[in-house]
């Protein structure tokens, strides 16, 4: 079992930048496959970004060539550096660690004024 904790989130302006970071414990980071989703007011939860183990990444459409998702297995730690910020981007991102099981972190907000 792996906990979660996200940090980095707050109000910026469009076209301004954030870096998120989610924090794991409890198991052995590097054997995850890390994700982050979010989720916008009255909408779904969506995949934004995903790293395997070995570190390759994919990214939603809505995200590419803005958003880059990095790890670093000796810290424990998920990034996502979220650049060129724009309005549609508002919601809470959660932090996603699958290894058979899923486990979810709480979520950190992030809002983008216009």
């Known amino acids: 079992q792996v906990q979660l904790v996200e940090s980095g989130g707050g109000l910026v302006q469009a076209g301004g930048s954030l870096r998120l970071s989610c924090a794991a414990s409890?198991?052995?980071?590097?054997?995850?496959?890390m994700a982050w989703y979010r989720q916008a007011p009255g909408k779904q939860r969506e995949v934004v970004a995903v790293i395997s183990r070995g570190g390759t990444s994919t990214y939603a459409d809505s995200v590419k060539g803005r958003f880059t998702i990095s790890r670093d297995n000796a810290k424990s730690t998920v990034y996502l550096q979220m650049n060129s910020l724009k309005p549609e981007d508002t919601g809470v991102y959660y932090c996603?660690?699958?290894?058979?099981?899923?486990?979810w972190g709480q979520g950190t907000q992030v809002t983008v004024s216009s």
């Open positions: 996603l660690a699958t290894l058979g099981q899923s486990y």
């Open positions: 409890g198991s052995v980071f590097s054997a995850y496959v």
